[in-house]
T-cell receptor, first 113, second 110 residues
Framework: DGGITQSPKYLFRKEGQNVTLSCEQN?????MYWYRQDPGQGLRLIYY???????QKGDIAEGYSVSREKKESFPLTVTSAQKNPTAFYLC????????????FGDGTRLSIL | GENVEQHPSTLSVQEGDSAVIKCTYS??????FPWYKQELGKRPQLIID?????GEKKDQRIAVTLNKTAKHFSLHITETQPEDSAVYFC?????????FGAGTRLTVKP
């Protein structure tokens, strides 16, 4: 789905460092989401945003922060408070209406140095 | 929100056979059930979805069935091909709360 772009594809974090994952969409979707994917655990919701300047915590928000200053952009910061950040991170967007599927980006794989 | 249970976690079939993946949930308010396919290292992509007002939907070799009373839904792939090998995720939608199953790794052996 070329409408959602995540960068970088691979990211390495040092001890005590904050890192930011980028997610941009040109689908004119109101809602955007961040998921963490670990082997055997499916997709777990970190944060989501339904409109600009508003966002809500998901199930595993601790150690993460987000912003939604523009409709097209929903960056995720993995803070030093997140002690186990190694995972595959997926960004998604959807029309803000019930019963609409999500469109995913290609993901960012984050590892600890 | 309520989660969704997905089984089996791994499934291996011979090319040409059928594959069935089942998901169960517990809340009666969920009304939209998409299925996603994720190939290795790639993004999940929607392959089929079903809404609560129908019991079955088909798209070529893929079908999904929904039993709202029993709160389970299933993905059926017929005449499997090696390119069907991937991880499949079921999901359910209750208002603006979407939950995913843990995934099924399907391997189709040529």
């Amino acid at each position: 789905d070329g409408g959602i772009t995540q960068s970088p594809k691979y990211l390495f974090r040092k001890e005590g460092q904050n890192v930011t994952l980028s997610c941009e969409q040109n689908l004119n979707h109101d809602a955007m989401y961040w998921y963490r994917q670990d082997p055997g655990q499916g997709l777990r919701l970190i944060y989501y945003s339904q409109i600009v300047n508003d966002f809500q915590k998901g199930d595993i928000a601790e150690g993460y922060s987000v912003s939604r200053e523009k409709k097209e952009s929903f960056p995720l910061t993995v803070t030093s408070a997140q002690k186990n950040p190694t995972a595959f991170y997926l960004c998604a967007s959807s029309i803000f209406r019930q019963n609409q599927p999500q469109h995913f980006g290609d993901g960012t794989r984050l590892s600890i140095l | 929100g309520e989660n969704v249970e997905q089984h089996p976690s791994t499934l291996s079939v011979q090319e040409g056979d059928s594959a069935v993946i089942k998901c169960t949930y517990s809340d009666s308010a969920s009304n939209y059930f998409p299925w996603y396919k994720q190939e290795l290292g790639k993004r999940p992509q929607l392959i089929i979805d079903i809404r609560s007002n129908v019991g079955e939907k088909k798209d070529q070799r893929i079908a999904v069935t929904l039993n709202k009373t029993a709160k389970h839904f299933s993905l059926h792939i017929t005449e499997t091909q090696p390119e069907d090998s991937a991880v499949y995720f079921c999901s359910k939608y209750n208002n603006n709360d979407m939950r995913f199953g843990a995934g099924t790794r399907l391997t189709v052996k040529p």
